[in-house]
């Protein structure tokens, strides 16, 4: 079977015809493809290198607080074939040597101008091209001694969640940073933000990262956090408080009547059993007292931070006043 397909082939093969023009087109299609290869290498053109970085004889103290490029773009003018051997085919190590002691160096600020980057391309500029430009053309960015100072991180966005669901805290990790810069520049900074986000209709807890927005010439080390925006199920709690008093003079003595009050109040289901009347104080004041008025307002003066809608029952309680053994 494999035999007599091979001879249906070998016939069906014979019965193309081959056009007799092919072979001559083919072939001057070859010799003009040589002939423009020729001419190509032949003309100037311009290749783009890149080189790596390098600032030799950096004091260990001096932390890069601004932008500072890896690499260096340079553009040279040279032969077709000169410049596809240096753009494919080099061995030599494409790095850009600059010495600390070369660049400006001011109020925390270095520059590397274009006479300063042109002479170490030209030491490093191959056999046979012409130097035509760079990019970047010339280098600014700050730069610290090490001084540095350990700053606040605070959370920059808008958080909204889905019905029943609240955001019960923001944790940051770290909750600070050390933020470099020039001493003229950190001196101002009190506290670092993180980027302006918006998250909405959380239905759980998310964990993402965020970076941190400095000011130019500043660098925080790390230069992002980890934040959970924590989202959880609240429901009501109901708490019997104890009733203090305030500002009374010695010589007095005030009973309430109710002597607790009835605090009712939202908290994240997480949490709930970690609240307890202790961490609530009501008081009445004394200074506000009135001989002619029966009742007094209660005050909340401590509270937890993580409970929502507290409410009181009764807003007001009656009072007398006695006499304190001396």
Known sequence: MGTGFIKVLFRRLRLIKIDRNLPVFLIFLMLST????LQTIQESTEVTLSYRLTIQDLPRDVVFTGD?????HVTYTSKGWNAFYHKFMRNEDPELVINFKEVSQKSGKIIIDTNTLRRAILRKKPQGMTFKSTSPNKIETYYSNGQHKRVPVIFNGRITTTAGRYQCGTILLPDSVDIFAPKHIYGGINSVKTENVTFTDLEDTLH?????????GAKAIPDSVDASICVDIFTDKTLQVPIYS??????KLIRTFPMKATITFLVSATLYDEITPSDFLLVIDYNELNSEAKRCRLHVRQRPTNIRN???MPETVEYIIEQANE
Not at 68 to 72: A, C, F, G, K, Q
């Open 310 to 312: 507290l409410r009181l």
């Open 246 to 251: 305030e500002n009374v003079p010695r010589s």
């Open 208 to 216: 993402t990262k965020l970076a941190l927005l400095v000011p130019r």
């Open 68 to 72: 500072m490029p890896s690499e260096i």
């Open 34 to 37: 040589i002939f423009w290869f």
